[in-house]
T-cell receptor, first 113, second 112 residues
Framework: DTGVSQDPRHKITKRGQNVTFRCDPI?????LYWYRQTLGQGPEFLTY????????KSRLLSDRFSAERPKGSFSTLEIQRTEQGDSAMYLC???????????FGQGTRLTVV | GESVGLHLPTLSVQEGDNSIINCAYS??????FIWYKQESGKGPQFIID?????DKRQGQRVTVLLNKTVKHLSLQIAATQPGDSAVYFC???????????FGEGTQLTVNP
């Protein structure tokens, strides 16, 4: 499978715990995006990387959220001190250029209990 | 703020009929538009895109129409099949920007 890969697919955590998600983009894509999607809504932009540089962050990305892409390949999204409101699907996408479509992974479903 | 929205939250059609899903956008600076299909528990899947220098683009069984005058986008699916049942999102972006802005989605149900 040469698409965008996300791990884990599902994560259940207790409130206050830290969680980390991983995204492996399509190999030749240097642009990587994180989105969050709640039930019945469209995905909301969180942050964007071009290679290893984080170029844009949404106001949705509070100080409890941090994303990295250390070598310009895979990326991680960490949420510290999780809250119930963090429960959502976290989607990763990649694209070869900024003016083409983004290809999405299957997402990580986070449930905070 | 700028937003992208859909006129109809649900659409139910008979197998074999044509489906039309509509979308309104408000950011006049948007010049690139995409339709995504999302099945339950999966990530959005690219269907078709269109740039603002075009008003129509056709793919396999799908056509996207863009009316920049009224800021309206539509997705037409010909001979709708049960496998087309999903939530459909329109998304828009500015070429100079990086983020896609999605609408709320339309649930398409195809009845056999």
């Amino acid at each position: 499978d040469t698409g965008v890969s996300q791990d884990p697919r599902h994560k259940i955590t207790k409130r206050g715990q830290n969680v980390t998600f991983r995204c492996d983009p399509i190999s030749e894509h240097n642009r990587l995006y994180w989105y969050r999607q709640t039930l019945g809504q469209g995905p909301e932009f969180l942050t964007y990387f071009q290679n290893e540089a984080q170029l844009e962050k949404s106001r949705l990305l509070s100080d409890r959220f941090s994303a990295e892409r250390p070598k310009g390949s895979f990326s991680t999204l960490e949420i510290q001190r999780t809250e119930q409101g963090d429960s959502a699907m976290y989607l990763c996408a990649s694209s070869p250029t900024v003016v083409t479509e983004a290809f999405f992974g299957q997402g990580t479903r986070l449930t905070v209990v | 703020g700028e937003s992208v929205g859909l006129h109809l939250p649900t659409l139910s059609v008979q197998e074999g009929d044509n489906s039309i899903i509509n979308c309104a956008y408000s950011n006049s600076a948007s010049d690139y538009f995409i339709w995504y299909k999302q099945e339950s528990g999966k990530g959005p899947q690219f269907i078709i895109d269109i740039r603002s220098n075009m008003d129509k683009r056709q793919g396999q069984r799908v056509t996207v129409l863009l009316n920049k005058t009224v800021k309206h986008l539509s997705l037409q699916i010909a001979a709708t099949q049960p496998g087309d049942s999903a939530v459909y999102f329109c998304a828009e972006k500015e070429t100079s920007g990086s983020r896609l802005t999605f609408g709320e989605g339309t649930q398409l149900t195809v009845n056999p």
